[in-house]
């Protein structure tokens, strides 16, 4: 096929479709013939892009692999009837034994620290400790005594020998006023049935919350339900603790006091 050609021929653009002297029509990289007020060039982002050197790409590399990473500082507070040979050996090291049994016949023994500051303490709980050594280039010992103390609490109500009404039973005593010796715990187990909706707890303010007071929590926890297996309020008494009172969150004139030598 032969195509018209010459300087008095003429094409029709492949993009606007009007007529251009055909000498002065161009052909786009696409191919098109346009006139030359309608030529392109080719946009430079349409080349293939060049990958040139990366200085800090590491051949082969292997993707890094998520591990937990635990990590232990010192030892642990233990806590058995029976503690041997408890150490700790480094350039910091601290050792803390406690136990919260009352009337526990736990002997801890060979209790020591060894290191370039090594200290090791002894948080027993009215029994013996034997074995205790610290050495190092500052090594001290400390060995403390914290009394630990359950009282068993029930509840009578209706007309008894103190009058009408309900009443805490400490001990087998009825509301007596307590001893609560600071830096000392003391439980009030309160798993008898007879507890139930009496939540025994404490104020600085006597008969507590029906006196216009409010509930004393410093050293305070409660656990369980009263009137149900384990339930029981528990205080360590902080230094400094002032008189106490304690009370039913439900009733009035229930309570005692609790001093705080």
Request: aromatic share 8%.
């Amino acid at each position: 096929m032969a195509y018209a050609s010459g300087k008095n021929a003429f094409g029709i653009s492949d993009r606007s479709g009007f007529r251009f002297r055909l000498r002065d029509m161009k052909r786009e990289w696409t191919g098109a013939l346009v006139g030359p007020d309608e030529f392109e060039p080719k946009h430079p982002q349409l080349e293939p892009i060049r990958v040139g050197p990366d200085p800090q790409a590491l051949r082969n590399p292997r993707p890094d692999k998520a591990e937990a990473l635990q990590v232990y500082v010192g030892v642990p507070t233990v806590e058995a009837p029976t503690l041997e040979r408890v150490r700790a050996i480094g350039v910091v090291g601290e050792v803390s034994v406690m136990g919260t049994t009352s009337g526990a016949n736990a002997t801890p023994t060979g209790v020591s620290a060894t290191g370039g500051v090594g200290t090791a303490s002894v948080n027993a709980v009215s029994f013996p400790v034997t074995g205790v050594s610290g050495t190092g280039t500052i090594g001290s010992v400390t060995v403390t005594t914290t009394g630990y103390t359950t009282y068993t609490v029930t509840v009578a109500s209706g007309t008894n020998s103190y009058g009408t009404g309900n009443k805490y039973y400490i001990g087998g005593s009825v509301s007596p006023t307590l001893t609560l010796n600071e830096g000392d715990i003391y439980r009030f187990d309160q798993s008898d049935s007879s507890n139930s909706s009496h939540p025994l707890r404490f104020s600085t303010t006597a008969n507590g919350s029906h006196g216009g007071g409010s509930e004393y929590t410093t050293g305070v926890t409660t656990y369980g339900t009263p009137g149900s297996a384990g339930a029981y309020t528990q205080i360590t008494v902080a230094s400094g603790a002032p008189t106490l009172y304690y009370y039913c969150t439900n009733h009035s004139g229930m309570g005692g006091q609790a001093n705080t030598p």
